[in-house]
């Protein structure tokens, strides 16, 4: 795959700004490794293969298990992620996916005996961030930060 434009060069100013608010979120309070499960689960929704590697490679640096890294993707079926993890899940989904069924009361009830109001707000923010960060990476082909691999 090509890249079609660096959205960086061409668009410096609000970059910038994007930029600011993933630091924001980056700072946020919630957990370093729940932002790089929830991060890489939006990307799997959103095939994002350039967030998807980035933030694989990223929880794995950071201390996450290839085991739990490898069944992001299968969470309601995996033993190996917390309720507060699933929870959040189940948040990166609907959100994610707002369009096609919004968030329900039964979830955000759910939500809520795991996350304070005010970190929900956060994770929301952090979803939206790394939602952005996919609609521009998957329409204008970012470059993979690492060699492609060879296709068989």
């Known amino acids: 795959m090509k890249e079609r434009l660096q959205f ?5 100013e609000i970059m910038k700004a994007v930029l600011a608010l993933n630091k924001a979120v980056d700072e946020c309070g919630l957990e370093e490794g729940l932002l790089h499960l929830v991060k890489l689960r939006a ?7 350039y967030c998807v590697e980035m933030h694989s490679r990223e929880a794995r640096r950071d201390g996450e298990t290839e085991q739990r890294v490898y069944l992001v993707s299968a969470w309601k079926e995996s033993p190996l992620f917390s309720e507060r993890e699933r929870a959040a899940f189940a948040w990166t989904e609907a959100v994610t996916l ?4 919004g968030v329900s009361d039964e979830l955000y009830a759910r939500a ?5 109001e005010e970190e929900l707000v956060k ?13 521009l990476c998957v329409p204008f082909h970012a470059i993979h930060p690492m060699p492609a691999a060879k296709a068989a």
């Open 8 to 12: 960086f060069a061409k668009a410096p």
């Open 43 to 49: 990307s799997q929704i959103n095939g994002c293969s």
């Open 98 to 101: 707002i369009a096609h069924n």
């Open 112 to 116: 809520l005996q795991h996350f304070s």
């Open 123 to 135: 994770l929301s923010v952090a979803l939206g961030m790394i939602n952005t960060w996919n609609r």
